[in-house]
Structure formats: structure tokens, C-alpha cells
């Protein structure tokens, strides 16, 4: 099985409360097929000012055909200004794991 439709896309949250309310409506509406949750520390500039904060980066394994409904359901759902989204393609995976991804995003 080729790999080529599917990717992760990444995006950072503020809280643990709002990052699994996301993962679990993008596994809810098949946008993902599954999303790890990690906590993380940024740095990054703001409006002039540097940042440095704790908060949670998400990894949402999709369909990257979907990527414009996910993106939208994102923006809808994500509480900051401009959120982070970015997507990179698989490239290749472990087939049975791949055919279980995208089973569960079919739709």
C-alpha cells in the first residue's frame, strides 16, 4: 500500500483540555484517523514581543485530501488567532497500519 494521500499535520494548543476536545472531534468526524497529544514548550516571537510558554502539540495522522476540511474544523475549533497547521506526507509505512488508517478515515 502506497502512502502517498496520507500525512501527519501538526498543530499546538494551549491546554490539555482543548487539545483533546479536538483530537477527539477529528477521530469523531473521521478528519483523522488518530491524534497523539504531546506537551511541549515553545519559544517564538508575537506581535514584537518573545514568547516562551508550555502548551500541546497534536499529531493528527489524516488523509491529506482532507486537508481543507480539517484545516477549516481546526480553525473552528482552535482557540488562538492564527493557529499552527502544517502538514508533511508520509512517505511510506508499515502496510497493516496504514490499511488501519485508512479504514478508519474512509468516509
Not at 488523509?63 to 480539517?70: M, Y
Request: hydrophobic fraction near 45%; proline fraction near 5%; charge should be negative.
Amino acid at each position: 500500500m502506497t502512502a502517498t494521500n496520507y500525512g501527519v499535520v501538526f498543530v499546538n494548543v494551549p491546554s490539555l483540555d482543548e487539545a483533546k476536545a479536538i483530537a477527539k472531534s477529528l477521530v469523531e468526524l473521521k478528519l483523522a484517523a488518530c491524534v497523539n497529544i504531546f506537551p511541549v514548550h515553545s519559544i517564538y516571537s508575537w506581535k514584537g514581543e518573545l514568547c516562551s510558554e508550555d502548551s500541546y502539540n497534536l499529531l493528527i495522522k489524516t488523509d491529506l485530501d482532507k486537508f481543507d476540511v480539517l484545516e477549516s474544523k481546526l480553525r473552528e475549533l482552535h482557540s488562538d488567532e492564527i493557529p499552527e497547521i502544517i502538514a508533511l506526507p508520509i512517505v511510506s509505512g508499515y502496510a497493516p497500519y496504514m490499511h488501519w488508517m485508512a479504514e478508519q478515515i474512509k468516509g
